[in-house]
């Protein structure tokens, strides 16, 4: 039975007792986890490499939010509408194929969210194989990729979520080939949503990865705008280097959308440009207009797919993901069922099962941040860290490789909660290539300007 002061105050503040337990039973960040290192930071705060301090010892990517600033000075104005939309999708949802997240932490008014984590990104992979190694992703890598690519975005479609920011980046694939999306940060509901989508957000989907509708101005657009994105995934694995890699217009002092010139030249250069037999609503685009005064182009996909694809119905997947008309560019369900994944090399679970020990990509690294104010390292475990640790082995990777597979081989039950510097035209002349922080622009050995990782 309550005593007489717990009675008193349950009838003057109920919530008092409630908050009091709620406090008393909280536990810091600190006290759960031991930070192992700082991974990357970015717009909405910083991401960390964590190992938990209970007994398993388990690895995670902890992101932490910044405070919103007025001026120099930091105010706390409650939490962003990215981090709500964000921690409310990612609790929502449970696939093997989608980064999941495990616990959501509010501490010192900073909002912390714990993920699983994941040794490589797309990014990483990319470079890997253009800078160190210097060959091309095996097809049998490149199709595992994608098909467990287009399986996690088929079950963020079926939940009626719009990934709108696929790109490498954001992509993450642990030690044992498993691939998972990451970065829900422009995510959001498409099925009756509270306000128009164009309303919240006037620009998503980084340049090089959006589809030509919104290019072209469209207030309206579906979950074909992540399947143009796929394509453009697809076709910088085959080639190691993005397929249209344009310059951004930036938005004007009114924050208006300019007309992206140079992204659509990118474009049209690769697929032709696109007349109203490829795509009747073009003439009812905002910038058509403005894509009538460039220069016209034939289609030269096929060329471009010759030495990168290798593959008849590799480029038939490509040219459908690449539709200019919305309405028929491929669903993520009917990309899944594409006859590329059923002929030989075909995809598997562990997209790594067939790579040598010796062109294994390393684990991501991590470095002491370089602002620990934002959250302090404390002594670390040793034993937790060595732990954490011991799981790098590549012949680990193997062993595990369908786990997540009833049936065997990728195409078995999935497991799920129910539910631009130079041009085409010059590279061909000279064919013989989620965590959700962005971070500043940096030029890899490549020579191409990119973000580093956005990781989950």
């Not at 717009?43 to 001026?71: C, M, N, W």
């Not at 593959?311 to 490509?318: A, I, V």
């Amino acid at each position: 039975m309550p005593d007489e002061w717990s009675t008193n105050v349950l009838q003057h503040d109920p919530m008092r007792l409630y908050r009091q337990k709620r406090d008393t039973s909280h536990r810091s960040v600190a006290s759960k986890y031991a930070i192992l290192g700082f991974i990357s930071s970015g717009t909405y705060g910083r991401v960390y490499k964590a190992q938990s301090l209970s007994d398993d010892g388990s690895i995670h990517a902890i992101k932490k939010f910044k405070p919103d600033k007025e001026g120099d000075v930091i105010t706390y104005t409650g939490i962003s509408q990215s981090a709500i939309r964000e921690i409310a999708l990612n609790r929502e949802i449970d696939h093997e194929n989608i980064v999941a997240l495990r616990e959501v932490i509010l501490e010192d008014k900073s909002i912390y969210m714990v993920f699983e984590y994941a040794e490589h990104d797309f990014l990483q992979i990319i470079h890997h194989h253009s800078q160190t190694i210097r060959s091309a992703i095996p097809q049998v890598v490149l199709k595992s990729l994608i098909y467990q690519l287009i399986n996690g975005l088929l079950y963020l479609h079926s939940c009626h979520i719009l990934h709108r920011d696929l790109k490498p980046a954001n992509i993450l694939i642990t030690s044992k080939g498993v691939v998972k999306i990451g970065d829900l940060g422009l995510a959001r509901l498409c099925y009756e949503p509270l306000q128009p989508l164009f309303a919240g957000d006037k620009v998503v989907v980084t340049i090089w990865y959006r589809a030509p509708e919104l290019l072209m101005g469209a207030k309206h657009y579906n979950k074909a705008v992540d399947s143009w994105a796929v394509g453009c995934v697809m076709a910088e694995l085959a080639s190691l280097r993005p397929i249209f890699k344009g310059e951004e217009a930036k938005l004007d002092s009114k924050k208006n959308v300019p007309f992206q010139r140079d992204q659509l030249l990118r474009i049209f250069e690769v697929m032709g440009t696109p007349d109203k037999k490829d795509w009747p609503g073009v003439v009812d685009m905002p910038e058509y207009h403005n894509m009538m005064k460039l220069d016209p182009y034939t289609n030269r996909l096929q060329e471009w797919c010759h030495t990168r694809i290798r593959s008849h119905q590799g480029y038939d997947l490509l040219c459908r993901l690449f539709a200019y008309d919305p309405n028929i560019r491929l669903t993520a369900k009917e990309a899944l069922q594409h006859k590329w994944f059923h002929e030989d090399p075909k995809p598997t679970w562990n997209a790594f099962e067939t790579v040598a020990a010796h062109q294994f990509p390393p684990h991501r690294r991590i470095t002491q941040d370089e602002a620990p104010s934002m959250m302090p390292l404390p002594t670390q475990n040793t034993s937790h860290h060595n732990n954490g640790n011991n799981n790098n082995n590549h012949n680990n990777n193997t062993n595990n490789s369908n786990t997540n597979n009833n049936g065997g081989g990728p195409f078995g039950q999935s497991h799920s909660k129910p539910p631009s510097s130079a041009s085409f035209a010059s590279a061909v002349s000279g064919v013989s290539a989620g965590y959700g922080v962005q971070t500043t622009t940096t030029t890899g050995g490549s020579g191409h300007s990119r973000k580093k990782a956005r990781l989950g």
